[in-house]
């Protein structure tokens, strides 16, 4: 139910000062000279604050993510030493970089004192093409690096290139997927107080990642973790963009600690455009061989991934990218090498599949310029290469990124391929192409493999209230996932206690010191099941309180339904044992009944899905409708059906945004071009349809409440499905290889044939 009683990072500005950034004009130069004298003596301005004037001259954000080191060494992975500045002090490497910070009685004041800043550059070549970047002669970046590579890595195993000279068919390609992301509903936004009785800066971050942020507060800084508290609010959407750690967030803990005011600031919808970190932007060239009958017998990729200035997620991406190009196949051979690039451009993170869709657009291309190739259709050429129960479980020869063997734990991946043309089968193209004469139909499919619940580890706390309910806190930020609805379920399954009796509150990093995050299909997973595993603790440690209560043996106790039954005439119940905890009760003076619980992962689970869909491709215009959308997903247990498909459903929308519309576009000089709706466009209500989804569930011995992540699957399939069905309306051999897919390149198809 709607109540309106949302508090977004912006709802709490009411008495703060207002924080503004200077933001680099210029992709690449150096910084010649710097006036903030004129800006300082404004009124209504506390202080302008630089790089230098703040000690930050060379401090860099820190990395976010290592791989293990077996997967290091099994992939020669290689990765540059990045140094993110918080503010740029003598050299910006891209258009909205923050070079100095106003803090101000209003936003008015702040803004204003920004257009009274003198600053000068000597501009320096622009690199904005990544393949371009890595080569020898490229203008550098970054001063402390001999080149532009950012990552590297490459892992082989079968004979690829023996498996390529036996083939009876190789096909190759280049396939690109144009650099878009997260555009969430709210835009970033820090709050920050410092507490002189407490001695400590109390922030305020619309993010996905609470704990990541203190920890790299306090590493710069020099901060303890007691000097920093991290509170996460309502967050309007994160979708990856707000899983990273940001200058931004650091700065307005340090101004609020320096000036002793309450200090805001919240992105404006351009600044967002131009300054929140980006994703996709990758290049794939690619061979695919198969034998005769259209059986994979070899396959080689290697891509680059355009990061921008930098990425602190960049081994991430860059391993989801070579894992998951492997796909749901049967692939005996493979020759898999990847890089990540430097240039001038805005900064990337995780976007909502981190690498996945990138991965899977180059395989799944490339097997449906195969099925052309040997006349097979799209459904048949992944038929007869598909795993099957026959195959799983289905072990990898390299590992996962945690150093783990992989080893796909499903069930039969060909059965969702049946599902999925089965809710929508090709026949109803014809009463589409019946009800839509101005448009050309054609169908599309693609399949896509997911690794989900990345650990390490992830924490949880229960605590019994003196009313007899319970609060349940996770270390998974919930930015609109439904944290509060499915976490109480499983707390309340676990205790059997009735969904009403138990409360999720959001965490900070006080009432939950520990916590990784929310991101990688992980929090179900993780964060469920240590809510699962605390809620039994708690359990656990009442049983002792409730035997003394009752003057019985704790062995005597059992728990059921909710109460512990000391014999068959007698239990006790949690609001006696809350009752017997408080002041004047029996138990007075043995503690709360507050447990917090870790739960590790051992590794990875796997989620497998097929999408399919029906598209019109209008045949004056070359402009692409999708019709009809069918996701049939293996996947575990849903603790909440209406929330994943919600989740899926979401995702679908953000691919087919990406598919058909969304691109960051930079001029050759490394200006950004996207920097309103009018030039960056997101899909609508009227561009989705209504999309059936099914699930098939498969157990799953990960964890221990049998959930397999689910948050990104639903984005990663849907460029090349909808990819696939263009080709089908075009005709004539016309092959889709980027995205956004051009209308111009589609009416010219159309024309042609």
């Not at 890595?153 to 009876?168: C, K, T, V």
């Not at 190739?373 to 290469?385: M, W």
């Not at 240590?530 to 603790?537: G, L, P, S, T």
């Amino acid at each position: 139910m709607l109540g309106g009683h949302g508090q977004f990072v912006a709802d709490h500005a009411a008495g703060a000062h207002h924080v503004a950034f200077l933001r680099s004009s210029e992709p690449h130069a150096v910084i010649t000279r710097i006036d903030t004298a004129v800006a300082a003596r404004m009124p209504g301005v506390v202080g302008v604050f630089t790089a230098a004037g703040l000690g930050l001259c060379g401090v860099p954000i820190p990395s976010l993510t290592t791989p293990d080191p077996q997967f290091t060494a099994a992939t020669s992975c290689v990765l540059a030493e990045q140094r993110l500045s918080i503010l740029a002090s003598d050299r910006v490497h891209y258009v909205g970089q923050p070079i100095a910070v106003v803090v101000a009685e209003d936003r008015y004041c702040a803004e204003d004192a920004l257009e009274a800043i003198e600053i000068d550059y000597e501009a320096l070549p622009a690199v904005t093409d990544p393949e371009s970047a890595l080569q020898p002669g490229s203008p550098v970046l970054f001063d402390h690096l001999d080149g532009n590579e950012a990552a590297r890595l490459r892992y082989s195993f079968g004979d690829p290139e023996r498996a390529f000279a036996a083939a009876a068919h190789v096909v190759a390609g280049t396939y690109r997927m144009n650099r878009h992301g997260a555009v969430p509903l709210e835009c970033r936004g820090v709050l920050a107080h410092f507490d002189p009785r407490r001695q400590r800066v109390e922030l305020t971050t619309s993010t996905q990642v609470p704990h990541m942020v203190r920890n790299a507060i306090c590493a710069v800084t020099g901060w303890s973790r007691q000097d920093i508290k991290v509170s996460v609010p309502d967050v309007g959407g994160g979708f990856g963009t707000k899983a990273n750690v940001y200058g931004e967030e650091i700065l307005l803990a340090m101004l609020a600690r320096r000036t002793g005011h309450r200090v805001i600031w919240v992105e404006d919808r351009q600044e967002h455009l131009v300054a929140s970190a980006q994703g996709r932007d990758q290049i794939h060239r690619t061979r695919l061989a198969l034998d005769a009958e259209g059986h994979i017998v070899a396959w080689a990729d290697d891509f680059v991934v355009d990061i921008g200035a930098g990425s602190l997620w960049v081994a991430g991406i860059i391993a989801n990218t070579a894992i998951h190009l492997l796909g749901p196949y049967r692939i005996p051979a493979a020759d898999i090498a990847g890089r990540a690039a430097l240039t001038n451009k805005t900064l990337v993170a995780q976007y909502r599949g981190a690498g996945r869709p990138e991965a899977t657009f180059a395989l799944e291309r490339s097997l449906d310029a195969a099925a052309a190739a040997l006349g097979l259709s799209s459904d048949e050429i992944r038929r007869r290469n598909l795993l099957t129960d026959a195959d799983l479980p289905y072990a990898r020869p390299i590992p996962y990124r945690d150093g783990v063997p992989i080893s796909y734990d499903g069930r039969d991946y060909r059965a969702c391929l049946e599902s999925v043309l089965e809710s929508l089968p090709r026949d109803e193209m014809t009463p589409c192409a019946a009800t839509h004469p101005q448009y050309r139909i054609g169908y599309g499919l693609s399949c896509y493999l997911e690794a989900t619940g990345r650990g390490p580890h992830e924490t949880a706390r229960i605590r019994l209230l003196p009313d007899g309910h319970f609060e349940v806190t996770a270390g998974a930020a919930s930015a609109g996932q439904g944290h509060e609805t499915v976490f109480a379920q499983v707390a309340a399954e676990a205790l059997a206690v009735p969904m009403e009796q138990v409360c999720y509150v959001p965490g900070d990093t006080e009432r939950l010191p520990d916590g990784v995050g929310t991101f990688a299909s992980r929090s179900a997973i993780l964060a469920g099941s240590a809510v699962h595993k605390a809620a039994h603790e708690l359990v656990e440690l009442a049983t002792g309180r409730a035997a003394r209560l009752a003057g019985a043996d704790e062995a005597d106790v059992q728990y059921t339904d909710g109460r512990f039954h000391v014999a068959a005439e007698h239990s006790v119940s949690w609001p006696e044992l809350a009752r017997a905890a408080a002041l004047g009760g029996d138990q007075e003076s043995g503690g709360a009944l507050d447990v917090t619980a870790v739960y590790r992962v051992p590794t990875v689970t796997w989620t497998m899905g097929v999408h399919a869909v029906i598209v019109g491709v209008h045949r004056r215009t070359g402009i692409v409708k999708v019709l009809r959308y069918a996701v049939s997903h293996e996947g575990g247990r849903e603790i909440n059906p209406k929330i994943v498909e919600g989740q899926i459903i979401g995702g679908v929308a953000q691919g087919v945004g990406g598919a058909l519309f969304e691109q960051w576009r930079y001029s050759a000089s490394g200006q950004p071009q996207s920097t309103t709706f009018a030039a960056y466009h997101l899909p609508l209500s009227t561009d989705l349809p209504y999309v059936r989804v099914r699930h098939l569930h498969v157990d799953t011995p990960v964890n221990p409440i049998g959930v397999r992540g689910a948050g990104e699957s639903g984005t990663i399939a849907v460029y090349s499905a909808v990819a696939c069905a263009v080709d089908d309306a075009v005709g004539g051999g016309f092959h889709v290889d980027s995205t956004p897919i051009s209308t111009g390149e589609v009416f010219r198809a159309l024309e042609a044939s």
